[in-house]
Structures are given as structure tokens and as C-alpha cells.
């Protein structure tokens, strides 16, 4: 099975800080030693990933830092990352989203599902995706 990232995934990865670091960790290790494994990402979740990132730092961090970090993440993946280039349309949503902060869940999981690809995520909120498994914990998370 092969995978799309979702933003929250890489926060959680990308710091050590943050409550689901060490479930992720264990997961992206797991999935790595898979020899027909890939974890794509695509522009929104690396997108989501630099900002998230600038903001939980207070502004401390640059966009070129951030950037970087996550350019380090990605070359840790080496063979078994893609980048997934995003070919769907930005208007068709499936039947559960509903609201403003469902849109980009819902258009990542298409975009993986278009493409025979889990999407996957900490989100329990996103019906069918693949919830990368471990302690789910999320009004003790204070590092979205």
C-alpha cells in the first residue's frame, strides 16, 4: 500500500515536541523497511507543513528554515518518498465535507484516492482515510 502524507503527519514527524512525534516516527520507520511502500507528499501538505511550522514557532522560524527542515525530512525518505503533483479540480468535495475546515482534508483524500493511494492522517475526522495508528489523544494536544 502506498500513502499520502497528510499536513498533520509531518508536523507531528518534523518535532520532536509535538505529542504525536514518537507515533509517527514509528509508523514512517515501519513503512520504510516496506519494500513496495511509498509515502508521497504533495504541495498542500508541504505547504501546510511550512506554515504550521512558522506559526508554532512564534514567527521564530523563517520560511527558508522551515523549508530546509523539511527538505532534510524528505531526503531521510529517499527511496521511499514521491512527490505526488496535484491534478484535481478544486470544487468537487465528497458527500461528508461540509465545512470550511474539511475542504483540504477532503481534496488530499481525493487527490489520493484518484491516484490508488491511502490518505494518511491523526485526523479521526475523515472518513476512510488511514488513521496511522497509536494513542489518539487530541484535546491533550497542544501542538496541532
Not at 520560511?63 to 505526488?84: D, I, N, Q, Y
Amino acid at each position: 500500500m502506498n500513502y499520502l502524507l497528510d499536513v498533520n503527519v509531518l508536523v507531528a514527524w518534523g518535532w520532536a515536541d509535538h505529542l504525536d512525534h514518537d507515533r509517527v516516527v514509528h509508523w514512517i520507520a515501519a513503512m520504510m523497511k516496506k519494500r513496495n511502500t511509498i509515502l508521497f507528499t504533495s504541495a498542500i501538505p508541504q505547504l501546510g507543513f511550512i506554515r504550521i511550522s512558522i506559526q508554532r514557532c512564534g514567527g521564530q522560524l523563517t520560511v527558508k528554515l522551515a523549508s530546509e527542515v523539511l527538505a532534510g525530512m524528505l531526503a531521510v525518505l529517499g527511496k521511499s518518498h514521491r512527490f505526488l503533483a496535484d491534478d484535481q479540480a478544486s470544487g468537487e468535495f465528497p458527500h461528508w465535507c461540509q465545512a470550511a475546515g474539511q475542504t483540504t482534508d477532503a481534496h488530499l483524500f481525493q487527490l489520493a484516492t484518484a491516484h490508488g493511494l491511502q490518505h494518511a492522517t491523526l485526523d479521526t475526522g475523515i472518513s476512510r482515510a488511514f488513521l496511522i495508528p497509536g494513542t489518539v489523544d487530541k484535546k491533550h494536544n497542544p501542538n496541532p
